[in-house]
């Protein structure tokens, strides 16, 4: 059961894709070169923070909302 949570997005509740619960080579992981605004990890609560990987859909749309272009 840890290991489907690890799996599961703490924003959206999908499919994160997470390398590191897939029991992936160390480093092949897409979070590992990935920006995370730090305001989106406000999104997850509190007892979920550091189990699970936001996936990449949440992150972009965060940042699509949020992040404004110069």
Request: hydrophobic share 30%; charged share 25%; aromatic share 8%.
């Amino acid at each position: 059961m840890e290991a489907e949570k690890a799996r599961t997005c703490p924003i959206c509740g999908g499919d994160n894709d997470c390398g590191n619960a897939a029991d992936r080579p160390p480093g092949t992981c897409w979070c590992g070169s990935e920006y995370f605004p730090q305001a989106i990890f406000a999104l997850v609560k509190p007892e979920l923070r550091g189990k699970a990987c936001i996936c990449i859909a949440c992150v972009q749309r965060f940042r699509e909302r949020h992040e404004t272009t110069s």
